[in-house]
Structure formats: structure tokens, C-alpha cells
């Protein structure tokens, strides 16, 4: 085991980098950027509130300990700046994201929607036509055990791999993980092409928020829902 600070910093770099310009080019699109307008709209008189405000920053700190601790810690032995063939690269994207998603459905089903940590996950389910800002309106402890299942997840598969994982690959990973996790969360309604995938998206998991009794339990993938026969049908609206 090699603990790579130079792939640690340079996947740090990669992932602001990444995130930036992906921000940056989304939002030229002018429905996107309407969209954005809508949500924006809709989060001020919640974030109005001194509490909601209050939970949203706490949960970001926690967000942000968390992470650097893993980066710190752990993942310097979990990555490498060694370059492998392009497929092998697309198989560690999709192996970290679809372990991670199995795990958050169980975790997800099981313990938040359970008995266990059903009262510390109904904060988060407060938002019953969930906007951008409920993405990040989420128990510090139900943000603590979603990332330690995605962070956890890089080790675990750097394992099955029998060695670390290409940085870049990790990178495009995690930026996948952030932002189809708040993007979840937003309102759209543009469901027409080229949005139609972005549209169902979010009208899935809008699904899941109309009660704590629906299913739609995975967060990157429906894959595991339509397994285990937990799928909803998505739920429109036509305002926020
Ligand atoms: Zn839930
Ligand atoms: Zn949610």
C-alpha cells in the first residue's frame, strides 16, 4: 500500500475543476438557467427560516469534515495516477457509483425507512415537493452515513480491483455522486427532449418525498428499485 498524496491533490483539483466548468456550462443552457430562477425563487422564504438555515449549514460542515478526513486518511492509498486502458476507467466509474447505490438503497430502505433512523431521516423528508436547498436539508448523521457509504465504496472496489484506482476516474465519480444527488432534489418541468432524462430524474424522486411510505429508495439509478419491486411512478408538478 502506497499512501499517493500526488494523486490525492491532483483528484482534488480534478474534482473542483470538474465541478466549476460543469456548473458553469449547464447554466448557459436558457431552460436550465430558467429552472435554476424557479428553484432560487422557491428556497428563499425556506432558508427565511433561522432553523432551516441553521440545519443546512450544519449539515454542510459535517459534509465537509467528513470528506476531508477520507481524503486525508484514506484515499491517498486507494488512488494512483497510473493510467489504464479507457474501459478499465469507465468500469471503476460505474463499479463506485453502482456499489455505493446499492448500499444507500438498503441503508436507505432499511434503516432510514425503518425503525432505527426513520425520526433522524424525516427531517429530511419535511420537503414533501422537495427544491435545490432540500437537497442539503438533511440530518448531520444521516449526511455522515450516506458519505461513509460512498466514500467507503472507493476502497472496497480499489480492493476487488486488486490495487488503487485510476484518480481521474474516482474524480468523475464523486462529481457524479454530488450532483445527481442535489439535482434530485430540484424542481424541473421541461419534459420534452433534450431534458426528458433530467425531468424523470427529478420527478422520481419527488415521488419518493410525497410521503415517507413510497418507494424510489436508491438515489443514482432505479435499477435496484425495479429489483426489489420498490419503484414508483414519477410525479409531476406543475409549479415548485
Ligand atoms: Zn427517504
Ligand atoms: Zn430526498
Known amino acids: 500500500m502506497i499512501y499517493d498524496w500526488k494523486a490525492a491533490l491532483a483528484f482534488i483539483g480534478l ?5 466549476f466548468l ?31 438555515k441553521e440545519a443546512v449549514k450544519r449539515n454542510g460542515r459535517v459534509g465537509l469534515w467528513t470528506n476531508l478526513v477520507f481524503y486525508v486518511a484514506f484515499l491517498p492509498f486507494c488512488i494512483t495516477l497510473d493510467t489504464p486502458p479507457l474501459w478499465q476507467v469507465l468500469v471503476q466509474i460505474v463499479a463506485v457509483l453502482m456499489l455505493f447505490d446499492f448500499l444507500y438503497y438498503l ?12 425520526r433522524i431521516h424525516a427531517l429530511h423528508h419535511r420537503a414533501l415537493k422537495p427544491t435545490y436547498i432540500d437537497a442539503l436539508y438533511v440530518h448531520p448523521l444521516e449526511t455522515f452515513i450516506g458519505l461513509v457509504l460512498f466514500l467507503g465504496s472507493i476502497p472496497l472496489v480499489a480492493i476487488a480491483n ?3 484506482l485510476n484518480a481521474p476516474a474516482v474524480a468523475i465519480a464523486t462529481l457524479v455522486f454530488t450532483q445527481v444527488n442535489t439535482i434530485n432534489h430540484t424542481y424541473v418541468n421541461l419534459p420534452h427532449f433534450p431534458f426528458k432524462t433530467l425531468h424523470w430524474v427529478t420527478s422520481i424522486h419527488a415521488a419518493h418525498h410525497v410521503t415517507m411510505n ?4 436508491a ?10 419491486g420498490t419503484l414508483e411512478e414519477p410525479v409531476q408538478r406543475a409549479s415548485p
Not at 431552460?31 to 433561522?50: C, G, I, V
Not at 441503508?107 to 426513520?118: D, E, P, Q, S, V
Open 15 to 19: 474534482l473542483i475543476a470538474l465541478t
Open 22 to 52: 460543469a456548473r458553469f456550462l449547464v447554466f448557459q443552457v436558457p431552460a436550465l438557467e430558467r429552472m435554476r430562477k424557479l428553484n432560487r425563487e422557491a428556497d428563499r422564504p425556506k432558508l427565511a427560516r433561522q432553523r432551516f
Open 107 to 118: 441503508t436507505h430502505r432499511f434503516l432510514f425507512h425503518g425503525k432505527a433512523l426513520r
Open 162 to 164: 486488486g490495487g488503487p
Open 214 to 217: 413510497r418507494g424510489n429508495f
Open 219 to 228: 438515489t443514482l439509478t432505479m435499477l435496484y428499485d425495479w429489483l426489489f
